[in-house]
């Protein structure tokens, strides 16, 4: 995928997504597809999936049998940089107090 730079950045897109995970990742795929000009804007460190993702392994080549460290927390196949239901410094906060009115950002 290339990146963006200031050097080939355009005045304008048809789409703009935030996000390239599962859905904006698709989202951006269908739509370039289609011949849409599409920007995808993402947050997260770029990562080299040969080298970091460890999901095509078997159980029995992870450390610990594939268990769950502090920082996989779904296990050893976990293909996230950093995972969990609460990460270290995660920005989104909660618009209501009462933990039933709360929405959980997963």
């Given at each position: 995928?290339?990146?963006?730079?200031?050097?080939?950045?355009?005045?304008?897109?048809?789409?703009?997504?935030?996000?390239s995970?599962?859905g904006?990742g698709?989202?951006?795929?269908?739509?370039?597809?289609?011949?849409?000009?599409?920007?995808?804007?993402?947050?997260?460190?770029?990562?080299?999936?040969?080298?970091?993702?460890?999901?095509?392994?078997?159980?029995?080549?992870?450390?610990?049998?594939?268990?769950?460290?502090?920082?996989?927390?779904?296990?050893?196949?976990?293909?996230?940089?950093?995972?969990?239901?609460?990460?270290?410094?995660?920005?989104?906060?909660q618009?209501?107090?009462?933990?039933?009115?709360?929405?959980?950002?997963?």
């Open positions: 995928m290339p990146y963006v730079t200031p050097d080939t950045l355009e005045d304008s897109y048809d789409v703009v997504i935030v996000g995970g599962a904006g698709q989202a951006a795929y269908a739509l370039t597809m289609e011949g849409v000009k599409v920007l995808v804007i993402e947050a997260g460190r770029a990562f080299d999936v040969q080298r970091e993702v460890a999901m095509f392994q078997l159980p029995s080549q992870a450390p610990l049998r594939g268990e769950r460290t502090p920082d996989k927390q779904y296990g050893f196949h976990d293909c996230s940089i950093q995972s969990g239901w609460t990460i270290p410094g995660e920005p989104y906060t618009a209501r107090p009462e933990p039933e009115r709360q929405f959980r950002w997963w």
